[in-house]
């Protein structure tokens, strides 16, 4: 069964710094995606960023990266240059297979950036 | 392109009465998924509609839950005669699943759900 952990149940960084939020993931398939989703406090889920397991790069978009580390299972993100409103929930979620439906979900790390 | 809309926002009901959510997804996405989110926690699945075929059910779906997607379009969830434990944010995304494609989920705003 596929099974995503988040250690960090709170984060604070400085604006302006960069934060790196874990993740690590276990599954048994080959083929595999990764996101990242923001959930603010209107609870809206956002997504920003998406690594498949055979992707040979790191994801980046903007100001967001993926470090993918395959063999030690781990998909951390990385925020560059935090800003105020980058304070919210942040979800780490994993779909297994090529074409299955369903995401599983971490519990998540609560950001706060202090100004 | 207007993203997955969800209707009601919020909802409160007395225990045992029915509730049923609507979700219009993206226009052109031929995947439709339900989760359920509690305080603290991150979505757990539901269920997930490829056009208008249900394909997976979770066993969170209890008898008491029934979801559609008449003509692959919109999709309401409902749940009958509910319970306290019920209470929670139901989330709706949807996904354009094609070869090739990375399938991102995109989510509406959620609806909040409270049983008294």
């Known amino acids: 069964a596929q099974k995503i952990t988040q250690t960090q149940p709170g984060m604070f960084v400085q604006e302006k710094e960069a934060v790196t939020l874990d993740c690590t993931y276990d599954?048994?398939?080959?083929?595999?995606?990764l996101f990242w989703y923001k959930q603010p406090s209107s609870g809206e889920m956002i997504f920003l960023i998406y690594?498949?397991?055979?992707?040979?790069q790191n994801a980046t978009e903007g100001r967001y990266s993926l470090n993918f580390q395959k063999a030690r299972k781990s998909a951390n993100l990385v925020i560059s240059a935090s800003q105020l409103g980058d304070s919210a929930m942040y979800f780490c979620?994993?779909?297994?297979?090529?074409?299955?439906?369903?995401?599983?979900f971490g519990d998540g790390t609560t950001l706060t950036v202090k100004p | 392109d207007t993203g997955v809309s969800q209707d009601p926002r919020h909802k409160i009901t007395k225990r045992g009465q029915n509730v049923t959510f609507r979700c219009d997804p993206i226009?052109?996405?031929?995947?439709l998924y339900w989760y359920r989110q509690t305080l603290g926690q991150g979505p757990e699945f539901l269920t997930y509609?490829?056009?208008?075929?249900?394909?997976?059910k979770s066993r969170l779906l209890s008898d008491r839950f029934s979801a559609e997607r008449p003509k692959g379009s919109f999709s309401t969830l409902e749940i009958q005669r509910t319970e306290q434990g019920d209470s929670a944010m139901y989330l709706c995304?949807?996904?354009?699943?094609?070869?090739?494609?990375?399938?991102?989920?995109?989510f509406g705003a959620g609806t909040r759900l409270s049983v008294l």
């Open positions: 995304a949807s996904s354009l699943d094609r070869f090739g494609a990375k399938n991102i989920q995109y």
């Open positions: 599954t048994s398939d080959q083929s595999y995606g």
């Open positions: 690594q498949g397991s055979y992707d040979e």
């Open positions: 979620a994993m779909r297994e297979g090529g074409r299955a439906g369903k995401s599983t």
């Open positions: 226009s052109e996405h031929n995947r």
């Open positions: 509609f490829q056009n208008e075929a249900q394909l997976e």
